[in-house]
């Protein structure tokens, strides 16, 4: 065998060292990169644990200790020496907002999260004196509660009186309710006889029917999607911040994203293919299109299969759509079994539908002729019972198609074991720190201590044998994967049974319910060079030693995408 070139031993920032290309012609089959004197968790039932990974043109070529792997190296070989850290496939992303997380297309108004409408002047004359006047004022960072609890003018009355002359939406930080002033609502075409659309509501004085300026769910989202498509230099932000996005990802080990939500009518698209085409894709990304609950199926459909892509080689993947089953709790609008104890849409006691389940179940049919799957949003047990429903008669009709629900916040007893009946992968969300904590109490006053204390069913579900996985939401909440890792094994019962648990539900369980695991999500020979090196090993930690981990490398198809400094 020939001389193997080394890296010195790696000092905490891992710095890397390539080899040298002088000597002898390189062996057809050697290793092009290798990790050695590593702990690698494999996410492979059939090998979980090894010492050193050998990959050549981007494929791993072999997984075993550091003895073997040597024996697939010669002096062009690039070797990385982890020295006793720890190796893992790299993180999956079930569901995560990239594109829009880190662009400032989003707005730069920036409101307090917990002040009352005519607490936020003076952020909103900080606004006005940084907006353009021929432009829409685009914002977040209010909450609902705030808005909605105790006296004072409504937010429609206090935008107004700063924001006379321009248009203005300001998202509250669900993202499932906006703020607007008159400007914005007769641009958008609403008033006070406008019926609220499909999956939406315009809220109006119970007693005057006069609006006050709060529109939620996909009444909001048609007021964004206008204020985005008027931006001048729309494609230059949105490209500069889904670059920022993919860097974020890449920073916390993050090597596939499955896409938190599409929306094609603000050309997100363009932008996605622009920056595949560039090289600059740093993360394989399932790109899930928005199904727009007020737009013609027919329209929709025809754009859907215009983009189809299935090419798991590829990373750029379009084979899943986005549609929403409900709201959000917070805001009343998750579809639930029972009435809310308290709602702000008390004509509402059940909260909405954004798609009804006799309409998804035409829409699953319909998309799976165009060999599209579902990820599906449902939070309420209403919202949960009917997606399960639907994703039951498009199986009845014939689907074989991955579907996946995410968030599952509320789910009857009796709607457990459907996830693993139907072959649905349930994506949940705990990397935040009161779900760590499992404190609910702020369900309490909405649904009553008995359901709040069931919310986010982790334990269950995965008891039930469905497959798990655990995903960001990003921004919503932390990217990093360390964080709900951590807190689902701090869950105990109510969440994970162990670290390895909750990595599998990072990596290939999140492959699978993608439909990548020939591809991704595991380190095995024949898969994808995806690899992340964290700074100490987890695999028995606790929660707050996890926590703490840090991502030192990011390899994405055998080519680094992030490196600490």
Known sequence: MNPIHKCAPIALALSLCAATTEAATANDGAADLAFINAVVYTADAQKPMAQAVATRNGVILAVGDTAEIESLMDEN???????????????????????EAASSAGGDCELAPDLTPSEQLPYLRQCREASQPDQWVIGWGHTIDATLDGEG???????????????????????????????????????????????????????????????????????????WNSLRNKFEVSYDGLLSGLAEAARYGVTTIGDGRLYWKRGWYD????????????????????????????EQLDFLSSIYNPDPNGLLIVNQVKMYSDGILVNGTAKTLQPYD??????????????????????LVKLDRLGYGAHIHAIGDGGVRESLNAIAAARQ????????????????????????????????????????????????????????????????????????????????????????????????????PNVRAALDAYTINAATALGLEAITGSIRAGKSADFVVLDRNILDAAPQVIRQARV??????????????
């Open 77 to 99: 070989t690039q070797v990385i020496d982890i020295k006793g850290r720890l190796l893992l496939p790299g993180f999956i992303d079930n569901h995560n907002h990239v594109f």
């Open 153 to 227: 003018p409504t937010p429609l009355q206090v935008i107004d009186s700063v924001f006379p002359d321009r248009p203005v939406v300001i998202m509250e930080q669900t993202s499932h309710s906006m703020w607007v002033n008159s400007v914005a609502l007769r641009l958008a075409g609403i008033n006070a006889d406008t019926p609220d659309p499909q999956g939406g509501r315009i809220r109006k004085n119970p007693e005057t029917g006069e609006l006050n300026g709060v529109i939620v769910d996909n009444a909001g989202d048609i007021v964004m999607e206008q204020a």
């Open 271 to 298: 932008v996605w293919r622009a920056v595949a085409a560039d090289g600059e894709l740093t993360a394989r990304v399932s790109l899930r299109p928005w199904i727009y609950p007020h737009v013609p199926q027919q």
């Open 342 to 363: 308290f709602t702000y849409f008390p004509q509402s006691p059940y909260g909405l539908n954004y798609l009804p389940q006799a309409v998804m179940q035409d829409w």
């Open 397 to 496: 009709a014939g689907s074989q198609r991955r579907y996946n629900m995410t968030h599952l916040e509320l789910v009857d007893a009796s709607d457990l074991d459907r996830f693993k009946a139907l072959q649905v992968d349930a994506d949940f969300q705990v990397g935040s720190d009161y779900i760590g904590a499992a404190d609910h109490s702020w369900a309490e006053p909405l649904i009553g201590k008995q359901r709040a204390h069931r919310l986010i069913p982790l334990g269950e579900v995965y008891a039930s044998g469905a497959n798990v996985t655990l995903s960001s939401d990003w921004n919503v909440n932390p990217i990093n994967p360390m964080a709900a890792i951590a807190n689902a094994v701090q869950l105990k019962e109510r969440g994970l």
């Open 552 to 565: 030192m490398m990011t390899w994405l198809r055998g080519e680094e995408v992030y490196a600490a400094e």
